[in-house]
């Protein structure tokens, strides 16, 4: 994809679809002879006489674990609750790295206030991480009634 970007971008012709389809047609064609010109190389016999049984079971194994491999990628990529449930991930330690870079450079008042604040909450952290759908179904009701309440507001305020 770089080089189909690169040379489109380097020749100041636009990018257009007709464009990327000659630079993927030149690109593919020119793999093609390049994995023809390797596979000769790699020991097939140039008369066109047949491999020997191993090198085609090789030749039939190597391209059953690439062909695994490339589903395997797909899938991953397919994979939406996955890609979902990492990302949350980051963005849990990315928030709680940035809370604890405030707490730290807090003034002490406020850090003793937030101390307090984190030992009283405790408990319900911990509740909440025992029941998560129950905590997950009364987020998403808390965020409902803000939005409906600032959708009233607006209304009432444009009138």
Same mark, same amino acid.
């Given at each position: ?5 690169? @040379? =489109?971008? !380097? *020749? &100041?012709? %636009? /990018?257009?679809? $007709?464009? +990327?389809?000659? #630079? ?13 010109? @390797? =596979?000769? !190389? *790699? &020991?097939? %016999? /140039?008369?066109? $006489?047949? +491999?020997?049984? #191993? ?17 395997? *990628? ?86």
């Amino acid at each position: 994809m770089s080089d189909e970007t690169s @040379t =489109a971008g !380097a *020749a &100041g012709a %636009p /990018q257009g679809d $007709a464009t +990327k389809r000659a #630079d993927t047609s030149a690109d593919t064609s020119a793999d093609r002879a390049k994995d023809a010109a @390797t =596979a000769g !190389a *790699a &020991g097939a %016999p /140039q008369d066109g $006489a047949p +491999k020997n049984p #191993d090198e085609i079971k090789a030749d039939i194994e190597q391209t059953r674990a690439q062909l695994a491999e490339t589903a395997d *990628a797909l899938a991953a990529k397919l994979d939406v609750k996955s890609q979902a449930g990492k990302k949350v991930h980051e963005v849990g330690e990315k928030a709680s790295a940035k809370y604890d870079s405030a707490k730290q450079s807090a003034p002490a008042p406020v850090q003793q206030a937030l101390g307090k604040v984190e030992h009283a909450g405790a408990p319900v952290v911990a509740k909440a991480a025992e029941d998560k759908k129950r905590t997950a179904l009364i987020v998403g009701g808390a965020v409902a009634v803000v939005f409906v309440a600032l959708r009233i507001k607006k209304r009432r305020s444009s009138s």
